[in-house]
């Protein structure tokens, strides 16, 4: 569904860049090829059983090396681990689960930064803007016992919940940070 660099030899990625080729490298860029949007634990967990089995300050160091060389993008959804994924270059956006914290790509309308410009004049030269879609997957939509799709933290073993409303879930769309003023 979304589109990564798998026709694209991962070695020659790395050379691209000018990054050295290593085991470690090329098995975190499979793993996050195979698994989009993974958090650095997720990545570990992912290479266990393979050879090239890195501690979680391996794999943090070689997702910061490769996103720092813009072979990754970094994306940090609110209360979530930083996760990565080889989608780069483009100006997609995401939408994040509330309740599990899945997270699925979403096309951005425009096609380049930034695609929202400020309702006033800030005085910034506007470089983009990060637009995360918050709401219910279709899983969650599916278990959630309720119809409303606004229960979004409500976990299923607490009996003491009836109607509790939680200020901190966002519901529905569109949470934009404005970021970077400065002119490319
Ligand atoms: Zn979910
Ligand atoms: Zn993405």
Redesign the pocket.
Known sequence: MSHTASDHDTSELLRDVGLRVTAGRLAVLDALERMPHSDAETVRQALTDSPARLSLQAVHNVLGDLAEAGVLRRIQPARSAARYELRVGDNHHHAV?S????VTDVDCVVGHAPCLTPSGDTGFAIAAAEVTFWG??A??TAASPSSSPASAAASPDTPDTPDTPDPAAPAGAAASTPTEGAAP
């Open positions: 689960c309740s599990c914290g899945a219910l997957c899983d969650c």
